[in-house]
């Protein structure tokens, strides 16, 4: 068996959640089982420096941004492991001191996401880590936060993408999914 699929299978699918008609693909089965989570962590460390780090001029990741809240729960193992800063992006007046702000569309209207506003230097290479892409506007935000600050976003790496809702397209740099879901 594959690690892609050892990881699939823990997903837990959850139905009519957050609403009715939506199928909930459930990360935290993978944080509960150490080996499951090591086992991510391991994955995404290997596609970063197989691949990722390819993409950047200088063959190195400076900042790993993690989204409200699921990316805050790997991001920072992945900046730790990359020697390398981790940068949350949250929703709006949750981060301390001047921030810097990107506003996104959600089904039921629009959000605003913020970055501290020197998080990020300019040139810095930078990865958006999150636990799932589904229309691509949260990721999409996190880029644009990235560019004020003059960072380079060299790839989008998530846990799960939702391929029939095509969010990847929305998104200003390559993007990695370790479990694809097609409906």
Avoid: W
Wanted: hydrophobic share 45%; net charge negative.
């Amino acid at each position: 068996m594959s690690d892609v699929q050892y990881l699939r299978g823990l997903l837990k699918t959850v139905p009519d959640f957050p609403k009715k008609g939506i199928a909930f693909l459930d990360i935290f089965p993978l944080l509960r089982d150490p080996v499951a989570f090591e086992t991510l962590i391991t994955h995404f460390m290997h596609h970063i420096t197989s691949h990722t780090v390819f993409l950047s001029p200088n063959k190195k990741i400076d900042v790993v941004v993690g989204l409200d809240a699921r990316g805050f729960l790997f991001g920072p193992i992945i900046a730790l492991r990359l020697g390398a800063a981790f940068v949350p992006v949250r929703k709006r007046g949750k981060l301390p001191g001047e921030c810097i702000q990107a506003s996104y569309e959600k089904e039921y209207g629009t959000d605003i996401f913020e970055m501290q506003a020197d998080a990020i230097q300019p040139g810095q290479n930078v990865i958006v880590v999150d636990d799932l892409i589904a229309t691509g506007g949260s990721a999409a935000a996190a880029g644009q936060l990235v560019a004020q600050q003059g960072g380079k976003l060299i790839e989008n790496l998530f846990i799960i993408e939702l391929t029939f809702l095509k969010g990847t397209a929305k998104l200003g740099a390559p993007s990695y999914s370790i479990v694809q879901c097609e409906d």
